[in-house]
């Protein structure tokens, strides 16, 4: 078997660059988070396959590639200020905290987030903060963010994602039903969301908390 740090680097050529993910900071960061740590212990010999793993709850740590790709159009600068929502196993807020000054995650389910508090902890990520609950709501008290990354799907855009992205600001996000997603990508330009359409992507729904 492969030892992890062979098939990191081959999921980065193979994967990533191998289809146009060219971004040398994204590269970087994904050479360098141990995505292992972020999946359940049996599951770790298939850390860096091609595919979506699940991590408990019913949910699932995004295919390397989709997260390459978002987090490549984003375009995050060293001193910038994310909100990410859907933390589930951490694995993508820890390569945000690589790419961003500072990092707000937020998880619906308690044991997921409490997990990926501890891996982030003990990887020693400071820039990051992860909170439980809903992250449709956003997080008012450290808005506005220079780029917001939603890993769950949601139906429509969030209104109140959206009011809480700066001005200039980006988000991606998978919008659409259940069934089927595609990324929309949101430049905020004059108060005015532009909005590009992107690949076609699966992703477990965005589920607000009720009440
Ligand atoms: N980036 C994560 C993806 C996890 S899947 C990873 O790579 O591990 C999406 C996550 O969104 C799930 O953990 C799910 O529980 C969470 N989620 C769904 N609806 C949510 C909501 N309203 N608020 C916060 N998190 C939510």
Do not use: C, K, W
């Amino acid at each position: 078997m492969l030892d992890l740090t062979t098939a990191r680097q081959l999921m980065v050529d193979s994967q990533l660059r191998a289809r146009g993910i060219s971004d040398p900071r994204v590269l970087d960061a994904m050479l360098r988070v141990p995505r292992h740590e972020f999946v359940p212990h049996h599951y770790r010999a298939q850390a860096y396959e091609d595919h979506p793993l699940p991590i408990g709850d019913g949910q699932t740590i995004s295919q390397p590639y989709i997260v390459a790709l978002m987090l490549e159009s984003l375009q995050l600068a060293p001193d910038e200020v994310v909100l990410e929502i859907g933390t589930g196993s951490g694995y993508a807020t820890a390569l945000l905290a690589e790419l961003a000054a500072q990092v707000f995650s937020i998880e619906r389910h308690d044991a997921l987030a409490a997990s990926a508090r501890n891996v982030l902890a003990a990887l020693g990520y400071a820039n990051v903060q992860v909170f439980t609950g809903d992250g449709t709501l956003g997080l008012r008290a450290g808005a506005p963010f220079d780029a917001i990354l939603v890993s769950a799907a949601a139906p429509d855009l969030p209104p109140t994602l959206l009011a809480q992205l700066r001005d200039p600001g980006r988000m991606i996000i998978p919008v659409g039903p259940p069934d089927s997603q595609q990324l929309q990508f949101i430049r905020m330009v004059n108060g005015q969301p532009l909005i590009s359409l992107r690949e076609l992507v699966r992703f477990v729904p965005l589920v607000p908390n009720p009440g």
